[in-house]
């Protein structure tokens, strides 16, 4: 057996160790770390040699971690949790905000909210350097526990749950009302009648894939859903042009206009709920909590935008 008495294990090798567990493939670890697949294999011998401990099963082209490889792996985790925690114990005392923080959107957020946030930011923190990626939460949340990013913004979709994992820490914006949207043509239709039309939908296997599937359904109707986009602006213009009917969030349509289109309530006025995640390791940064500050006060900003794009239409 082989000693590793003295060993010091190098913290990257334990994050690509940590993403590898996260995504299962060599192959995946390496496109979410931005490295060669190449790399990251070489780089995981080179743990595996550190640690004296056999890691790894080999299979052909395949790997997965031994019951040593998972014990390490957790404590990579908990190890890079300690780095963000002494990071923040840095720069805890610090007069002003500096350093970077890593922030992911989604489209609509990213549309609506982070322009307002990040020039607020900007405002009171210049030596803060955020850097914004626009990601779908299913993916940004996966990438968060791969510290890929540090703050992320996503949306949960009424009744489709996603799994709660002990390690984020999770703060509500709101709640973002959701509508069937049409062209102005079609203002008189009930959206129970919409089945004879083509319907504009995000790709299949997302939240609001399934959702708006659900809603149709719910109407009695399986919808023709003709167009597939994760692009929630070509959702309202493929609209306008008279070419398809769709569900989209207020948060969208009070940032782009409701010309040309009309908007028909869903039955119990359905919405959508916004909320930050972190992990808590780093949850209680300066900078986290700025850019949450930031983010709090630019949906408190788009209510008002919302209510009125309600009361334009007689909506309460």
């Known amino acids: 057996m082989i000693s590793n008495i003295g060993v010091m294990l ?6 690509l160790l940590h993403a590898f567990r996260l995504r299962g493939t060599v ?7 931005g490295l060669s697949p190449s ?26 971690l031994t019951p040593a490889g998972l014990r390490l792996a957790e404590h990579a985790r908990t190890m890079l949790d300690l780095q963000d925690e002494a990071l923040r114990s840095l720069s805890a005392g610090e007069p002003e905000l500096s350093g970077v923080l890593r922030l992911s959107v989604f489209q609509s957020a990213a549309l609506a909210l982070a322009p307002s946030a990040l020039t607020r930011l900007k405002a ?44 984020f820490d999770i703060e509500e914006l709101g709640t973002d009302r959701l509508w069937v949207v049409v062209p102005s043509q079609l203002a008189d239709t009930a959206p129970d009648d919409l089945d ?4 504009v939908m995000e790709p299949a296997g997302t939240a609001s894939r399934e959702w708006s599937l659900q809603q149709c359904r719910a109407l009695g109707f399986e919808p023709d859903a003709r167009f597939t986009t994760d692009d929630l602006v070509s959702h309202l213009r493929i609209i306008r ?19 040309g289109v009309a908007l028909l309530p869903l039955p119990q006025e359905p919405s959508r709920s916004i909320y930050t995640t972190a ?15 930031a983010l709090r006060e630019a949906f408190r900003l788009s209510a008002a935008r919302r209510r009125g794009l309600r009361q334009g239409r007689g909506a309460g």
């Not at 192959?27 to 770390?33: E, L």
């Not at 790399?39 to 790997?63: N, P």
């Not at 992990?279 to 500050?293: D, L, N, V, Y």
């Open 10 to 15: 190098n913290l990257h090798r334990l994050r």
């Open 27 to 33: 192959s995946a670890a390496a496109g979410a770390m």
């Open 39 to 64: 790399t990251v294999s070489q780089q995981l011998t080179q743990l595996e040699r550190e640690a004296g401990a056999e890691l790894f099963h080999r299979g052909g082209r395949s790997l997965r």
């Open 124 to 167: 009171d923190h210049p030596d803060l350097r955020v850097e914004v990626v626009q990601a779908p939460p299913e993916r940004a949340l996966f990438d968060l526990a791969g510290r890929r990013h540090d703050l992320v913004v996503a949306e949960q979709y009424p009744g489709v749950s996603r799994p709660r994992q002990a390690e």
């Open 196 to 199: 004879a039309y083509p319907w």
């Open 241 to 259: 042009a008279g070419l398809a009917v769709g569900i989209l969030p207020e948060l969208l349509l009070t940032d782009q206009g409701t010309d």
């Open 279 to 293: 992990r808590r390791a780093s949850a209680e940064t300066p900078a986290a909590q700025a850019c949450r500050s």
